[in-house]
């Protein structure tokens, strides 16, 4: 991660301490009822750290600047979100979303197919076999324990045939 | 000392049943299959665990768990012998001379050294907890409100000190840390009952659950973060690459168990002390005793070509964390690690509240934990693991990665949904799970994230009280001496470490980057 992404992570912090102390805190914390000195502590700490983090972002950009093409960049962390992750989390998203209306076992099935993919599986058999089975397993766990997942379709269809 | 040991036996005969054992026996073979691949570490399986022992008998649930954190706690060298793929960041540590022992084809010895060094640390730090916790349980009913909230936040400011290279790794830790006090906030406020930050939302009224937390922010973000190495997974030659394997006598045992002594002995008291201070894991423990071991030899020493010791120091010390790390936990209520956190989960499923109270009017149930800690060391290593290593060399072969993970996706889902049965929290589940993948791609840690989350509470029911016992003057923090001295200490540890960052000294307790988090 270079300096400049690091300075843009301290303003968003710093961005959002102060949204903290001038709307969240009053409206849904004073509002409310409650009291804000803990809040209003923690939200200090947050600021008081994230200006200190801003302040090294910006001596590591000077340094930077003046090493143009020797340095290293003087930050810590990990850098861009990659496409695979923000693909599972849409996924898992719609999978979630989707479970109330379509079921647990049609959802989960869907989910897994498309999940195996974006994890790179090439066995069409090995994804299908898995997605079936694991759904099927958990619920039929969940109903030997009485316990309701979200129906669907599939499971008004297990319940007409068990009774 | 005598009543230790009447409460041992006591709690020997509360323990001691068929049930609990199988509990240790299933939770270790679980241990050992999670601490086994890359990317799934104990401390997940636990936490993926931890929903489905609400039906459970309480020490049942707690040897279970108990069980899969000491298997990890060996596992990861399994792999990292055989594959040089530490199955758990601190095995990386232990890899570093195993994986050259392993290729000398010196399979047996190297896996051996292994796991009685995970046993020799694992008993030391076992007896540490049985001994030192009594008596601190004793301290801790001493200490008020004040006490309390300068002890956490002392606890707080320790891991981020402590470790990281620079001074954004500490101001990025303090974030972490502030995040995690915040998000505690939400939901009803424990002192008056009114909302805070719920955003008209009535589910959020009891505010964010705690396994949902810690389940998104480790194994959720964890598959995100698997996500992006999607092809990296090779196994080395290693499996072909040995043509001979040279046996193990009893006789190399003895040498080797002399040879390494010293270390052993040294690598398990430094592991108990750094687990037993909040927030430092086994990966960092595992790497001090490793440089230690390092350090002190002598100038032939084959670290890094298969020297025994360069095994057993950083095995020993990385297991001796598992149960230190439980002694701020049973004597003061405060979980020191993720993994004391998950258990403090599990004691509160169970309507347990953890602390030198619950040591005062149920001892046996304490001194039940610590025999079945003992014994979980003895009975995993010799019962379990020998027999499992090549169940677990065919797994890590066999396992496909791609089904693998979303599997884990769904175990996630299926544990968050069933604590409330209550869809709304998967949608914080998955968002949770998000910011907990952005703050490691920002480099941000999360288990202080997830300490300050589960302190949250207790830090500000104990500020708030202080305060209002002292009619809102702060100054209760420094008229109480050994408040002041906690907070004398916190900020010294902060002013000392910013000073070293700034000296460009590197950290104090070394881990490699790509184990960080």
Excluded at chain 2, 356 to 378: A, K, N, Q, R, S
Aim: hydrophobic share 55%; aromatic share 10%.
């Amino acid at each position: 991660m270079n300096a400049r992404s690091e300075l843009s992570i301290a303003g968003v912090l710093i961005g959002f301490s102060l949204l903290n102390y001038f709307y969240l805190i009053p409206t849904q914390v004073v509002a409310e009822g409650s009291s804000p000195v803990y809040p209003m502590l923690v939200n200090t700490m947050l600021l008081c750290f994230s200006l200190a983090y801003m302040g090294d972002g910006i001596r590591c950009w000077r340094q930077q600047k003046k090493a143009e093409g020797e340095g290293q960049a003087c930050s810590t962390g990990g850098g861009k979100v990659m496409m695979r992750p923000l693909a599972m989390l849409v996924v898992t998203g719609a999978w979630v979303l989707s479970m109330e209306y379509l079921g647990f076992i049609i959802s989960t099935f869907v989910f897994l197919i498309i999940a195996s993919r974006i994890f790179g599986s090439k066995s069409w058999s090995k994804a299908l076999i898995m997605s079936v089975a694991m759904p099927l397993i958990i619920y039929f766990v969940f109903r030997g324990l009485n316990a309701l997942l979200p129906e669907g379709p599939a499971e008004e269809l297990i319940n007409l045939i068990l009774g | 000392m005598g009543e230790i040991f009447n409460h041992l036996w006591d709690g020997a005969v509360y323990a001691l049943s068929a049930w609990n054992i199988l509990a240790i026996i299933i939770g270790y073979i679980i241990g050992i299959i999670a601490g086994a691949i890359p990317g799934v570490m104990a401390v997940t399986a636990m936490v993926l665990i931890l929903p489905y022992t609400f039906t459970l008998e309480p020490l049942f649930a707690i040897s279970l768990l108990m069980g899969i954190y000491k298997g990890g706690a060996y596992a990861g060298s399994i792999t990292a012998t055989l594959f040089n793929i530490p199955g758990t960041p601190e095995a990386a540590a232990t890899a570093l001379d195993s994986y050259p022992m392993f290729k000398q084809g010196m399979q047996k010895r190297s896996l051996e050294i292994a796991l009685w060094a995970s046993v020799f640390g694992g008993t030391v730090s076992n007896l540490l907890l049985v001994f030192t916790a009594p008596p601190l349980a004793e301290v801790a009913l001493r200490l008020g409100p004040p006490e309390i909230a300068a002890l956490i936040l002392f606890s707080l400011t320790a891991v981020i000190t402590l470790l990281g290279d620079s001074r954004m790794d500490i101001w990025k830790g303090f974030i972490s840390i502030t995040l995690g006090l915040m998000l505690a906030t939400v939901g009803l406020d424990n002192m008056s009952a009114s909302r805070r930050y719920v955003f008209g939302i009535e589910d959020l009224d009891n505010g964010v659950p705690f396994v949902l937390t810690i389940i998104a922010m480790l194994a959720l973000s964890e598959v995100f973060i698997q996500a992006e190495k999607v092809g990296s997974f090779t196994l080395g030659d290693a499996a072909g690459a040995v043509s001979r394997i040279i046996p193990y006598t009893w006789k190399q045992r003895w040498k080797d168990l002399k040879f390494c002594l010293k270390d052993l002995i040294r690598s398990s008291f430094v592991g108990s002390l750094l687990g037993a201070l909040p927030g430092i894991g086994a990966t960092t423990a595992a790497f001090v005793c490793y440089g230690e071991a390092r350090r002190s030899a002598k100038k032939d020493a084959r670290f890094g070509n298969g020297d025994p010791r360069g095994i057993a120091a950083p095995e020993a010390g990385n297991n001796a964390v598992a149960a230190s790390s439980l002694i701020p936990l049973i004597t003061l209520g405060i979980p020191g690690s993720v993994a004391a956190a998950v258990m403090y989960g599990a004691f509160m499923i169970q309507g347990m509240i953890p602390g030198p109270m619950l040591m005062m009017e149920h001892p046996e149930i304490i001194y039940g934990l610590f025999v079945l800690l003992i014994i979980t060391d003895f009975l995993g290593a010799f019962v379990v693991a020998l027999p499992f290593i090549s169940v677990v060399q065919k797994i890590f072969k066999n396992l496909n990665y791609s089904l693998f993970f979303p599997g884990v996706v769904v175990c996630c889902v299926v544990g968050v949904y069933a604590e409330e049965f209550n869809v709304f929290n998967l949608r914080i589940f998955l968002m949770l799970g998000f910011v907990g993948y952005i703050m490691r791609k920002m480099g941000m840690s999360i288990p202080p994230f997830i300490l300050a989350f589960i302190l949250g509470p207790i830090l500000e029911r104990n500020t708030r009280t202080a305060l209002l016992l002292s009619n809102d003057s702060p100054m209760i923090f420094v008229q109480s001496p050994i408040a002041l001295g906690l907070l004398i200490l916190a900020v010294a540890a902060l002013g000392w470490s910013l000073w070293r960052k700034t000296r460009g000294a590197k950290g104090v307790l070394e881990v490699p980057e790509e184990f960080k988090h």
